[in-house]
């Protein structure tokens, strides 16, 4: 893995986490993306070097309601890079690991993602993505 490319936070209410998160941080977010196949809705906040992903549900069977409705709102995944998620995810089943989808996905943000079950790291819900490559 190369380096923790965001952190994923669940909220309510994207608008108003939007305005929260553009007080806290001194910068207004640069996007915002809906992804349809996960019900969720996205926006992106840089901190100098550092990405955060907001997330809110787009209906009530997305895993982000599920996680809202359980833990409340909070940080939801810590999100590493990884140059190539194939052969990532195929190293940490190798490992033991339990990868929620084997077969990467579309993510936000033009990525290819993949999610590790947060029982097998310390409750923490990983996920790998790899940048989409033109070609
Ligand atoms: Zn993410």
New binding site residues.
Partial sequence: MEKI??I?IAVKNLEASNQLFAQLLGVSHYKMEEVATEGVK?SFFMSGPNKI?L?EATNPDSPIAKFLEKKGEGIH?V?FAVDDIVSEIARLKQEGFQILNETPKK???NKL?AFLHPKGTNGVLV?L?QEIKEG
């Fill in positions: 490319e965001h994923g996205t992903e997330l995944h999100a993510g936000a943000d993602v996920e993505c």
